[in-house]
């Protein structure tokens, strides 16, 4: 049996196969010649770049980097850091007013005693003696100088147990004959004879459960009285000046 016709063209007769011999494959032959060496393709450049839009990049950069910073710094800085607090008073500014006081020299401080009636006299003693009325009374000796004379200016804070206390303790005070909170020289803190107490001019106030309370009469001269009935109205004048002074000796009154 012959055999069969293979497609394609005739093949060399060289190049049939024989019997025990392996089949011939032709060549393909094109593209790099065997002995020329790989090459390795570089890409093409970039297009050069537009050197003011890359410095325009990095400029705003910069700044959102620093803006970044900035509000990250105030935020660790405003929250954990304290304000350094301001110096505390020890005493409270003087008001302005009509007169310029000044402490007593025998009296530099105020003084402040928790046994209220201790430091009264008449009904106004009676009722400060009373559970639950006082707190504490305050009393302070002042000096100012007067057309030029020097009075002699008492000034008391007395705390109540509430406002409506403090109205009852006015009220009292304000009545002659009722008895009155001492003042410095009465109580014999401060000697200045002949005067036994300061008691020519007076006024009083009421803030809140405090009661300020101010006396006045003039100092005297060569160990000899020089107030008189005439002076009343102004030391009147004096004492309602000096209510101020009750913060001063007293900078929590009214609250």
């Known amino acids: 049996m012959s055999d069969p016709q293979r ?6 007769p060289e190049h049939h196969n024989r019997s025990g011999e392996t089949e011939w494959i032709p060549r393909v032959h094109g593209g790099r010649p065997p002995d020329e ?5 570089e890409p093409p450049p970039a297009p050069p ?3 003011a839009l890359t410095w325009v990049f990095r400029i705003a950069g910069l700044v959102a980097v620093a803006v970044v ?14 304000k350094p607090s301001q110096p505390a008073e020890t005493s409270q500014p003087r008001a302005a007013g009509l007169y310029d006081y000044q402490a007593h020299p025998k009296v530099p401080t105020p003084r402040v005693d928790s ?24 009393q302070a000796l002042f000096t100012a100088d007067v057309k030029g004379r020097t009075a002699l200016v008492a000034v008391s804070v007395v705390r109540m147990g509430d406002a409506a206390k403090a109205e009852d303790l006015r009220k009292l005070t304000d009545t002659d004959q009722t008895g009155n909170v001492d003042d410095l020289v ?4 401060v000697k ?8 020519n001019g007076y006024d009083s106030q009421v803030n809140g459960d405090a009661v300020v309370i101010v006396e006045a009469d003039f100092a005297p001269v060569d160990g000899k009285a020089v107030g008189t009935k005439a002076d009343k109205n102004l030391l009147d004048g004096v004492c309602s000046d000096a209510l101020r002074l009750g913060a001063q000796i007293d900078p929590g009154q009214g609250n």
């Open 7 to 12: 497609p394609g063209p005739p093949w060399p």
């Open 37 to 41: 060496p790989f090459r390795f393709e």
């Open 49 to 51: 770049g537009n050197p």
């Open 69 to 82: 910073s900035g509000l990250v710094f105030w935020y660790v800085t405003d929250g954990s850091t304290a």
């Open 115 to 138: 046994d209220c009636a201790q430091h009264a006299y008449g009904q106004t003693k009676t009722l400060l003696g009373k559970p639950g009325e006082c707190r504490r009374v305050t």
């Open 186 to 189: 009465r109580e014999g803190v």
């Open 192 to 199: 200045v004879p002949p005067l036994k107490s300061v008691s």
